[in-house]
């Protein structure tokens, strides 16, 4: 999604906001009241910081800048399964009225500069009347997709090194996950498409840090077999954070 936001970006500017819904509960996604007071929730605050026209004493300067905010493509990319605790609030928007209500009463318009984006392996909770209201684009996941996708990835690396390291690692590690990956149990839903995006994902997150781009050509025999155990580790590392942690059989895993 951020690739897709990335290229709209060339024909105007995209403020995009990820959350996966799931890894909260409804009143920590819409907000909800504790010892009287109103504790906004993360879904909340991002859709009015997005829907609300800034308000000024200098109505000139405030009209300028709401022009201005207009230009820019706000949206907010739900990126989990769908369930119908947190959808519900949902309706509200997509039907007619485009309003998020919320439990203080607030009620927030979308604006017309805004998107929301829901991505997901599965509509099985999503009623009839509501997939009705929602633009769906169906992407087929083969193995194809998967390979074409590592493959990709592996080539945006330039080094002739590091692409032979990714390849040995793909070939005797990944693929092997792959393979058995409709034979685990998972604590949450995920498919083999989240799933390697997710490991691509954690593993340029934990090699910040670490010197990819080096001359293996005057590097000695030790420092190459030091770099190749530490980018291992770096593999393995994804991997156990984008799938194991969500395997119930950690044992069958291991």
Known sequence: ?????????NHGLVDLKTINPKIYNVDELYGTYVRDSWNEG?????????????????????????????????WIHLDGPID????ESMNSILDDTKTLTL????RIKISNNMKLL??????????????????IIYFSIDDNYLKNKLVEWKDSFSNEHLCEQFDMLIKNVLQKVLNDF??????IPINKSEFIHTFIFYFHESTKDFQMNLDFDNLLNDEIMKFNNNLEKHFFCAIVK?????????????
């Open 1 to 9: 999604m951020s690739n897709l936001a990335d290229k709209v970006e």
């Open 42 to 74: 993360i879904f909340g605050f991002i859709f009015r910081k997005f829907a609300v026209k800034l308000n000024m004493s200098d109505t000139e300067l405030s009209t300028f800048i709401n022009e201005l905010d207009e230009q820019v493509m706000k």
């Open 84 to 87: 119908s605790k947190w959808f």
């Open 103 to 106: 439990a203080n009463g607030n």
């Open 118 to 135: 829901f991505e997901t392996s599965k509509l099985e909770n999503v009623t009839p009347s509501t997939v009705s209201r929602l633009g």
């Open 182 to 187: 409709d034979k685990f149990t998972y604590e």
């Open 242 to 254: 984008s799938i194991g942690v969500l395997i119930k059989d950690r044992k069958g895993f291991d």
